[in-house]
């Protein structure tokens, strides 16, 4: 019970990393970013160049990725998605531009890093043992505590700084934001640049546990996709609710039915189906319309 419970929190830490970066650009924009799981992938190949490639300290290439995808999502968002939105009156404008640039970044890291699945040396060595009831490497340990306190970190930057304030303001109502002195376009920049960077954040975490290949973004992006509905699309506590609810499901799944994992996500996507058809606003969303 022990081992699940903390493969689970573990899971967990690092979805809701990504969920909360996905859903807050949703809320932001109401764009649903299919290329969410791509920036993660590059997030990965960054902290791999760096960190792997080049032996500098892992400090040193997860801030690199998170300063690379945090600029990669800004001039997403100007160029790309920022343009769309001004021209287009239809919102699937948006989910083909979301759905072109994913294609377009696979291209792009397939053709720089190729199809060869991509580790690191471990951040720290050796195994954590209570008592056979639990084992867990010592890496995985410090990944997971990093990436609690990035929760940690980013949700106290959203209550209580200016960024943050104005970032909720504009998630809430975007014209009562504007009529009040918020520079929409700066903020929408701002709230797609963080976004991005906790993909890439996540990235780089778990370069040095799991590695990464240029062929993971689709299922990063579904899982991610998943996390928001499971807890509320927009809903930053939903994001990390439907993050740790993922973990806890995947690490009972494989735990139980460790010699059928294809079952495990199965059972996860039907049970999703079910929970969607009686609450389709998620956890903590609220109802459409």
């Known amino acids: 019970m022990e081992q699940v419970l903390a493969n689970g929190l573990y899971l967990g830490a690092q ?58 999502g800004g001039l997403m968002e100007r160029f790309l998605f920022r343009t769309v939105l001004k021209r287009s009156v239809r919102e699937e404008s948006t989910m083909l531009l979301a759905a072109g640039t994913a294609f377009f970044l696979d291209a792009i890291i397939l053709l720089i ?49 200016k960024t943050g304030r104005a970032l909720r303001a504009l998630a809430q109502d975007r014209v009562a934001a504007q009529l009040m002195g918020v520079n929409v376009d700066r903020y929408s920049m701002i709230g797609f640049a963080l976004g991005a960077m906790l993909a890439g954040v996540v ?14 973004g689709g299922p990063i992006s ?44 199965l059972m996860i996507f039907a049970s999703l189906m079910v929970f969607l058809s009686i609450r389709p606003q998620g956890l903590m969303g609220k109802p459409w319309g």
């Open 15 to 72: 979805y809701a990393l990504i969920a909360l970066g996905l859903t807050l650009i949703f809320a932001l924009m109401n764009v649903l970013n299919f290329a969410h799981g791509q920036l993660y992938v590059l997030g990965g190949f960054v902290t791999y160049t760096i960190y792997g490639q080049l032996e500098m300290p892992f400090v040193a290439a997860l801030f690199a990725a998170a300063v690379t995808l945090a600029l990669v």
């Open 113 to 161: 890093f190729g199809e060869k699945q991509r580790g690191v040396p471990k951040i720290v060595d050796g195994v954590f043992n209570w008592d056979f009831r639990l084992i867990m490497p010592y890496d995985r340990i410090l990944i997971g505590f990093l990436a609690i306190f990035a929760i940690a970190a980013f949700v106290l930057y959203m209550q209580y700084s």
């Open 203 to 216: 990235g780089g975490l778990l370069v040095t546990i799991t590695g990464v290949n240029s062929g993971i």
């Open 222 to 265: 579904i899982k991610a996709f998943m996390m928001v509905m499971i807890g509320g699309a927009g809903v930053i506590s939903g994001a990390i609710a439907g993050g740790f609810i993922l973990g806890m499901l995947e690490s009972v799944g494989l735990s139980v039915l460790h010699s059928y994992g294809d079952i495990t996500y």
